[in-house]
């Protein structure tokens, strides 16, 4: 029973156009979100994170944007860069406790 | 500066073998976590620790698994006995408090038990 969801196992992007990755979640007491970009034989490194308390946050290229009433953030980067491959996991916390993580998004940047 | 450590990288043994992973969390920071990564369930959290103390377990699979953090620089998760079922990647984090401020992931132990 997975409380935070990335649908999308894959999505491939063309490079310099905007990539949007999705995630859903359950818990309606999840107050912060993040999202983390992982390579092959990497551990996963913090990317950008929103607190509940906004709707939008913006980290040069990349944006992260909340939705409460639909339980749905979303990543989007722009633009799209060859470096951007990589898996990118959703996760969420609730009152500062552990976070849950999604199963991941793998994304292609396609030259 | 060196981030989290983690040994060993890669670890091949046979089912029924104890395994041991290790984790030394980036100095200062008093919160660890163990994670296991899988294809089918993606990035689980198995168990965290504050201050050395296990807060919760919850993820840990069943009595086979056994984490300890005798002091704030070192942490093991331990296997006993290993199966097959148990391969896997398996990452510690550490960070300076819970959720609200970034993990810092180690490079993982990617474990195969034949």
């Known amino acids: 029973d997975q409380q935070v969801k990335q649908n999308s196992p894959s999505l491939s992007v063309q490079e310099g156009r905007i990539s949007i990755l999705n995630c859903d979640y359950t818990?309606?007491?999840?107050?912060?979100f993040l999202w983390y970009k992982k390579y092959p034989a990497e551990g996963p490194t913090f990317l950008i994170s929103?607190?509940?308390?906004?709707d939008k946050n913006e980290d040069g290229r990349f944006t992260v944007f909340l939705n409460k009433s639909a339980k749905h953030l979303s990543l989007h980067i722009v633009p799209s860069q060859p470096g951007d491959s990589a898996v990118y996991f959703c996760?969420?916390?609730?009152?500062?406790?552990?976070?849950?993580f999604g199963k991941g998004t793998r994304l292609h940047i396609l030259p | 500066d060196a981030g989290v450590i983690q040994s060993p990288r890669h670890e091949v043994t046979e089912m029924g073998q104890e395994v041991t992973l290790r984790c030394k969390p980036i100095?200062?920071?008093?919160?660890l976590f163990w994670y296991r990564q899988t294809m089918m369930r993606g990035l689980e959290l198995l168990i965290y620790?504050?201050?050395?103390?296990?807060?919760?377990d919850s993820g840990m699979p069943e009595d086979r698994f056994s984490a300890k953090m005798p002091n704030a620089s070192f942490s093991t998760l331990k296997i006993q006995p290993s199966e097959p079922r148990d391969s896997a990647v398996y990452f510690c984090?550490?960070?300076?408090?819970?959720?609200?401020?970034?993990?810092?992931f180690g490079p993982g132990t990617r474990l195969t038990v034949l």
């Open positions: 984090a550490s960070s300076l408090k819970t959720a609200y401020n970034e993990q810092f």
């Open positions: 818990n309606s007491m999840f107050d912060y």
């Open positions: 929103i607190s509940s308390i906004k």
């Open positions: 996760a969420a916390s609730e009152r500062d406790d552990k976070i849950i």
């Open positions: 100095s200062g920071h008093n919160s």
């Open positions: 620790f504050n201050n050395n103390v296990p807060i919760d």
